[in-house]
């Protein structure tokens, strides 16, 4: 049975810290591309981050770019998403996805998903 649980999220001041781990299972995740997604009430599920299977190809939305740091472990089949100076702007509920092929920033192209993590950044 294929899982992908988020964790990490939470209501926090603009400026500060967080980090998203998402635990996978069920798959062979080392030969899987990971994604972080994420997505407000009423907008249109928005790419984050995309990280290769090996860590050697990854690609961020400008948005987050400079702010956010996607990495993974395969040894503990769990992928990350360090986000600092949060924004307001960042808030929404964040979900990683996999995708056993090349990392895309098309959400439609990944295989799996997890149920999300809200993150709420205050002003």
């Known amino acids: 049975q294929v899982q992908l649980v988020e964790s990490g999220g939470g209501l926090v001041q603009a400026g500060v810290s967080l980090r998203l781990s998402c635990a996978a299972s069920?798959?062979?995740?080392?030969?899987?591309?990971m994604g972080w997604f994420r997505q407000d009430p009423g907008k249109e599920r928005e790419f984050v981050a995309t990280i290769n299977w090996v860590s050697t190809s990854i690609n961020y939305a400008d948005s987050v770019k400079g702010r956010f740091t996607i990495s993974r472990d395969n040894a503990k089949n769990t992928v990350y998403l360090q986000m600092n100076s949060l924004k307001p702007e960042d808030t929404a509920v964040y979900h990683c996805?996999?995708?056993?092929?090349?990392?895309?920033?098309?959400?439609?192209?990944?295989?799996?998903w997890g149920q999300g993590t809200q993150v709420t950044v205050a002003s």
């Open positions: 069920g798959f062979a995740f080392s030969t899987y591309a």
């Open positions: 996805a996999a995708r056993r092929s090349v990392p895309s920033v098309r959400w439609n192209d990944y295989d799996y």
